[in-house]
């Protein structure tokens, strides 16, 4: 691509870092930001370093947060006795959209994965066991990626509950709604099969 | 949307703002910037500045450029003789991509609109009436869009240039290299009928 300046260029090849931005919308959103008054700009780039500095984990559950603790585990409304498990701070925002869940969450911050040299040290699973030893938890609630990693970390995190009273469960497997049986793939549709729930006049919310 | 911080939340607002950016793809760019290093956001930001900064148009060619001329004007391999006229910088990017130009430009910012009041005094018309009557110009290329405001502006600088020796044409409407016949809109195709070409062996370069 052909640009009038360096500092042009810089700016698009900075902006193609982007997940799923390649050059021609970097390019677009350069020239945005090209066309736009200095104080628009200047506002946008304040935001980003502003979030940088003020964010930091959780201390309790590693959600993202600007204080100590982070809005759901000072919250007085949740539930505090259920703990979700997810792997990352995204997943807390994707279940938190759906308001379907009024627990807690531990974000593990990684899976298990001898492949990728990650252990269960490496991730805040000694924290996880720790909460449900400290906190008056009754479930948790497995909500990780349906792969070897996450089936791997589910079975060591249940391994390592054994001896406790907790009780540990996984998010439903299935059909997405709405979905055709016809374009499932063979495994999700066994899973579903298997796992089917009795039929309820109304749809239960499950909390 | 649920987000763990009101910094977060600023940041995925203001992302928005890019053309072509909703809250959702806001909302990747943002996790993405939470997760890398300081210093891979602020090398962005710090471009982003720097662009703001830097850049300027250039005094002849009205082009984007971080010097007094832009990197066109001032190219010692390029035809002095044919100025391309075009609305904006960005049709300077799009042109120079094709590299089938190699001339000169000249960027008006903007067309003669009197629906928006915009009159021929607010663009850079007067500039470039007087780059014709300065410089050795032979042929003045006009690239501006196919509608009111792209014809009415075209019409009135070639209406100043009336007694001037200078040639003026427009660059080809017809239809597109590889388009259907069958889905192009009567006023495109008929314009290509008017405007055929004579039949040439090996595709000529116009220039």
Request: hydrophobic content about 35%; some cysteine; proline content about 3%.
């Amino acid at each position: 691509m052909n640009l009038p300046s360096s500092a042009l260029e810089k700016v698009v090849e900075e902006l193609s870092r982007f997940p799923g931005i390649g050059k021609k919308s970097a390019l677009r959103m350069t020239l945005f930001l090209l066309r736009s008054d200095e104080q628009v700009v200047r506002s946008m780039t304040d935001a980003i370093l502003a979030m940088k500095e003020r964010t930091s984990f959780c201390s309790r559950c590693g959600n993202i947060t600007e204080e100590e603790l982070c809005r759901i585990c000072t919250s007085v409304n949740r539930r505090q006795d259920t703990i979700c498990v997810v792997r990352d701070f995204q997943d807390v925002i994707a279940i938190e959209n759906t308001s379907r869940y009024n627990g807690l969450y531990h974000v593990l911050g990684g899976l298990i994965s001898p492949m990728q040299g990650i252990g269960p040290s490496d991730i805040r699973i000694e924290q996880l066991l720790k909460r449900v030893e400290t906190e008056p938890i009754s479930e948790l609630i497995m909500a990780l990626s349906a792969n070897m990693e996450g089936e791997t970390t589910e079975f060591y995190i249940s391994r390592k509950l054994d001896s406790s009273k907790v009780q540990i469960s996984s998010i439903a497997r299935g059909i997405s709604v709405g979905g055709e049986l016809e374009y499932a793939d063979e495994i999700t549709l066994g899973r579903s099969i298997v796992n089917r729930v009795p039929y309820k006049i109304s749809g239960g919310d499950g909390s």
